[in-house]
């Protein structure tokens, strides 16, 4: 069973219906949620998106797990002060986040951005972080093929020439282009459009910047790759560096699936995770 645009909709309201709080990290305001008990579960989203990305895992793992997923400094509704931005400044906003909450060892999932951000965890906190999970992500953007590299990088240009209604447009029709995603097209194509341009752009200035090959192998964690079989956006080759630089990563490739794996293929992600949870544990 796949992910469907309703359903997402329908969990989407109940979401908003509780109030995210906001809660003061490394000098902006940062909205999370935070729900469940027992070890904590940290969720941490793509590009231009927000906590949102994680509301089907929500009912699927709050009941075991200590869930957490935060918008990251610049997007959603979390504080977009002025760039530049790196992956290390978001990583240390979560790393200030989850000791305001007094969070201890936490299972850390990052998807796209939210992978990059979880890699810099690992490698900064190797004690703050009790398993890894990396979906759709690479440790350097500005390497591999000439092809690879033109692909990663026509969103960073599309950002500078299109207004962002045009450009979440695109991005949200590479993220779900079969004719069943509609209604998911419709809901990404909202959220990144949405996005403070500004923000938007030091963001990608941060990814554009962020290279963790050579501290790959500091990460000694339990850590699992995922990686959705028509992901677009990432080459997989640039995934296979991730495999290859940290020491045990196991890897696993989901059928029919983008880019948004944990949305597209939601019950095959789910399952996936919670198994790879149970042996980290």
């Not at 999932?109 to 890894?132: F, K, N, T, Y």
Request: proline share 6%; net charge positive; with cysteine.
């Amino acid at each position: 069973m796949k992910a469907g645009g309703g359903a997402m909709s329908a969990l989407l309201r109940c979401t908003r219906e509780r109030l995210m709080p906001e809660i003061m990290a490394n000098g902006i305001p940062m909205y999370y949620l935070d729900e469940g008990s027992g070890e904590p579960l940290v969720f941490l989203h793509g590009l231009g998106s927000c906590a949102d990305d994680w509301i089907l895992q929500w009912p699927c793992f709050a009941p075991s797990f200590r869930a957490i997923a935060a918008d990251l400094r610049g997007h959603g509704r979390s504080g977009k002060p002025a760039g530049p931005y790196s992956v290390a400044l978001f990583a240390s906003d979560i790393a200030a986040l989850l000791d305001s909450l007094s969070v201890g060892p936490a299972h850390v999932v990052g998807l796209s951005l939210g992978g990059l951000v979880a890699q810099q965890l690992a490698i900064d906190s190797p004690h703050g972080v009790r398993s890894l999970t990396l979906i759709n992500t690479f440790a350097h953007l500005l390497s591999g093929s000439v092809f690879s590299l033109a692909r990663l990088l026509r969103r960073g240009i599309l950002s500078l020439v299109l207004p962002m209604r045009h450009n979440a447009a695109h991005i949200a029709a590479e993220l779900f282009p079969l004719p069943h995603q509609v209604e998911l097209r419709r809901l990404a194509a909202q959220r990144l459009a949405a996005n403070d341009r500004a923000a938007y752009r030091a963001s990608i200035g941060a990814i554009r910047r962020f290279d963790s090959r050579s501290d790959l192998h500091r990460i000694s964690c339990p850590t699992l790759v995922v990686t959705g079989q028509r992901d677009r956006t990432v080459p997989r080759d640039r995934q296979r560096v991730l495999v290859r630089g940290i020491r045990g990563a196991r890897w696993e490739l989901i059928p029919d699936s983008g880019h948004a794996t944990p949305i597209d293929r939601a019950d095959a992600y789910n399952a996936l995770q919670m198994e790879f949870l149970c042996r980290a544990r």
